[in-house]
Structure formats: structure tokens, C-alpha cells
């Protein structure tokens, strides 16, 4: 009687894995499809696919990977934990030919001469960039405003700032021009401050290959409304920093083609980017990454931001620090921060402040062993009900004021309301209930 119980036990576990199993791979396939469907043309971008692949499996391979045609077929990919373990071929997800529909052109041209960049800007406030430093077509020597040195072998920093921002000229720029294909080594902070900039021109001409730093290169250009980075070549760049920090005026980023696998700062990137509602940075690794203060920040106003894609895939095992992280960013109805290992993270400061539209924030994957700073990590969350969490360490917190300020809706998980006599660390446990009251929830 035993051994038939067990055979129809083991029956329906088969029955059960074949149907999780077959709900992967149609799903997974209706998202390339989907995405297909959404290309112009037709063609499916690597990152694209990586991204979701990601969605459902772990360990993707690179997307120097899906260049080889052969390789596909074969490619066994491993489901994450959360959807079981198993192991399906990418051709079980997609049986046609998937190496015809990627897209693997270039819209990179090559650099004429990567050892010279000329920038010359006219009296219509249009900053050029070429390689022979040769005016533009149609233009005069008496329509320029100011010629500038080769900046090919430049690094821009706070102690050697870039021309037109040291003799004041980028606050009139209008717009940026490209006239060539140009490969700097670096495009730090070149056009900070331009807060007039309303366009750039042939913008796919910057070849950015060899570029090892992007700190604060859109840094406060208030005015543009659209800034095409899809192409850019980001396998070298270290430092992403402040890169777009107070573009307040773009709506939208296309940032699938990021590689950020050697990026360790990405401090403030979005900071102030406010009319930003959706951004997917599914794409990006963040295994390198030490700094994460102010990613998505808004700090004079609120951001607009309603939806942040892919951080479920962010690696977090080196971040320090996520002061501000997501603050003033009202709209969030949810962060996904699954993946999320906070164990060297020392200062939370500010993280969630003011994000009024979070009900549930989920905190189960943090390791808190080593903060020090917790103040006014949740304040101003007004519609904040329950914080789900494995184990909450506080043993090193030293400083936590107003930690819980105005989130009059929390509840522990034992029915602890919040109390605003109670609004430090001394309550950030799971609840206990009278014994132990605690404003958090078991996981």
C-alpha cells in the first residue's frame, strides 16, 4: 500500500514539475515574441534577450555569447530559485532560427582619427566636435565664438576643468554637434553646467569605447528633453556617477546596451531626473558597485518615477552605501529588492524618505550587521503598513533619528501600531507584541 501511495505521490510531482516547467518556457517565449513584435524591423537586440532570459534564469552568458550561431541551440539555461530547479535549452524556448532574428550590427562608426578631438563653438552657441578642427560646412571664421584645443588626451576633473565650462561658455551652449566620429578616452563632465542645452546633434558619432569615466557628463543640462545613449559602448567606464544628475526634462532612458560590469560608482545618476516615470535597469551588473547614494533621488522636489525595472537582478554584495537610495519618490508603488545583500552597507540614511506610495516594502534579503546610520530610513512613508524581514541587525546602528517618522499606518506583525513615542530603532524588529512590540513583520 506504501509503495503504491508513493507512486502516485512521485505521479503527481512529475505531473506537477512538467507543468512549471512548460509555464517557463511559454512565458519566457511570449516575452521575446512580445519584444520582437515592439523592434522596428523585427530584430531582437542581445541585451534585450539577456534581459529576458534574466527575468526567468540565472547566470546569462554575455552577450559576446550570442554571437556565436552555433552555441545557441545547446545553450542550457538554469531557472532561478524561485521558479524551481530546472534546467531547459534556450531552443525549447524559442525552436526557430533565434540567431537570424538578433540583431547583432553596429551603428558605431569607427573613429576617423582617435587621437584628435577639435571642439569649436560658434556665435549661434553650437559647440562642435571633429577631428580636424576644420570649420563646419557653411560656417565662417567670423561665426566662431571660441576655438578650443585637442581635447583627444584630456581628463576633465574638479582641478582641471573642461574649457567651455572654465571660461563660462557652457551655460549659452544651445546645442552640441558631432560632425564626425570621434573615440575619446574619457567624456567626464563634458557638457556639465550646459543648462541651455536643448540638443545634440549626431550624437552616434561619439564613439565612447575607449571611455573610462562618465561622471557628471549631462550633470545639470535642465533644458534637453532627450539624450540617445542606446549605442553607447560603456564595457570600459568605471565611474557612472551624477551622469545624468538634474536632467530634468528628459522623460525617457534606453539604457539596454549598458555594460556596467566594471562601473563601482553610480552615485546620484538619476538624482533629479523628475519626469523620468519608468526606467529598466534590468541590464545593468552591479557586482563591482560600492556607492549607491541617490540613484534615483530627488533632492529639491519628487520624482515622477513610477516603475524601476530589473533592481530584483542587481548585485549588491560590495555596495557601502545606499544613503537616499530612493528618496522623494512618491509614485513607487513597489521595489522589487530581492536580490539585494546589504551585508557590507554601513549608512541607509534617507533610504525609502518620502515614499508615500509604498505599502509593503519587503526587506527579507538584508543584512543590516554592519549600519551604523538608519535615520529617516522610512520617514514620511504615510501609506506604509508592513516591512517584511528575515532578521533586522541593529547591534552597530548608532544613529537613528526619526527613523519611522509619519508612518502612521505601519503595523508589526503582531498588531503593534505605530506609536510616534517610538520612531528610532528601538522598535526596527519583529514584532513581539506586548512583550516585544516591533514595527515589523516576519517573513
Request: hydrophobic residues 35%.
Amino acid at each position: 500500500m506504501l509503495t503504491g501511495d508513493n507512486s502516485i505521490l512521485k505521479r503527481a510531482v512529475d505531473a506537477k514539475e512538467r507543468t512549471e516547467r512548460a509555464e517557463i518556457i511559454e512565458s519566457a517565449k511570449t516575452d521575446i515574441l512580445g519584444q520582437i513584435a515592439e523592434n522596428k524591423g523585427g530584430k531582437l537586440k542581445r541585451s534585450q534577450l539577456r534581459h529576458v532570459l534574466g527575468t526567468y534564469f540565472k547566470d546569462i552568458p554575455s552577450e559576446e555569447y550570442f554571437l556565436k550561431e552555433g552555441a545557441l541551440a545547446d545553450l542550457d539555461l538554469t531557472t532561478l530559485d524561485k521558479y524551481g530547479k530546472y534546467t531547459i535549452k534556450l531552443s525549447e524556448i524559442y525552436g526557430g532560427d533565434l540567431f537570424g532574428i538578433i540583431d547583432n550590427t553596429s551603428s558605431i562608426p569607427e573613429p576617423i582619427d582617435p587621437t584628435n578631438i577639435y571642439v569649436i563653438l560658434y556665435n549661434d552657441y553650437t559647440l562642435c566636435f571633429n577631428t580636424t578642427g576644420n570649420l563646419k560646412e557653411g560656417k565662417k571664421e567670423e561665426d566662431v565664438l571660441k576655438r578650443y584645443d585637442n581635447i583627444a588626451n584630456k581628463s576633465f576633473t574638479s582641478a582641471d576643468l573642461n574649457p567651455w565650462y572654465a571660461d563660462g561658455n557652457c551655460t549659452k551652449i544651445k546645442y552640441v554637434e558631432f560632425l564626425e566620429p570621434i573615440a575619446p578616452i574619457t567624456v567626464q563632465r563634458w557638457f556639465l553646467c550646459c543648462e541651455n542645452l536643448e540638443k545634440i546633434i549626431n550624437i552616434e558619432y561619439l564613439n565612447t569605447c575607449n571611455v573610462i569615466n562618465m561622471n557628471r557628463m549631462f550633470m545639470k543640462c535642465y533644458k534637453i528633453n532627450e539624450i540617445d545613449v542606446s549605442h553607447f559602448n560603456t564595457s570600459a567606464v568605471t565611474d557612472m556617477s551624477q551622469m545624468f544628475q538634474g536632467c530634468s526634462e528628459v522623460e525617457k532612458l534606453d539604457l539596454d546596451e549598458f555594460d556596467t560590469s566594471k562601473v563601482t560608482d553610480i552615485n546620484y545618476m538619476f538624482q533629479d531626473c523628475i519626469k523620468l516615470k519608468r526606467i529598466d535597469v534590468g541590464c545593468f551588473n552591479t557586482s563591482n558597485v560600492t556607492l549607491m547614494m541617490g540613484v534615483f533621488e530627488a533632492s529639491k522636489s519628487y520624482m515622477q518615477l513610477e516603475e524601476i525595472i530589473g533592481l530584483n537582478k542587481w548585485n549588491t554584495n560590495n555596495v557601502t552605501m545606499m544613503t537616499a537610495m530612493f528618496q522623494n519618490c512618491p509614485n513607487l508603488a513597489n521595489v522589487d529588492l530581492s536580490s539585494f545583500n546589504t551585508s557590507n552597507v554601513t549608512d541607509m540614511t534617507y533610504m525609502f524618505l518620502n515614499c508615500k506610495n509604498l505599502e509593503t516594502i519587503d526587506l527579507s534579503s538584508f543584512n543590516t550587521s554592519n549600519v551604523i546610520d538608519m535615520s529617516y530610513m522610512f520617514a514620511g512613508c504615510t501609506n506604509l503598513k508592513k516591512i517584511e524581514v528575515i532578521s533586522f541587525d541593529t547591534s552597530k546602528v548608532t544613529t537613528s533619528k526619526d527613523m519611522f517618522k509619519n508612518c502612521t499606518k505601519l503595523v508589526g506583525g503582531q498588531g503593534t501600531k505605530y506609536n510616534s513615542r517610538y520612531i528610532n530603532h528601538s522598535y526596527a524588529h519583529i514584532d513581539g507584541g506586548e512583550d516585544n512590540p516591533g514595527y515589523f513583520t516576519s517573513k
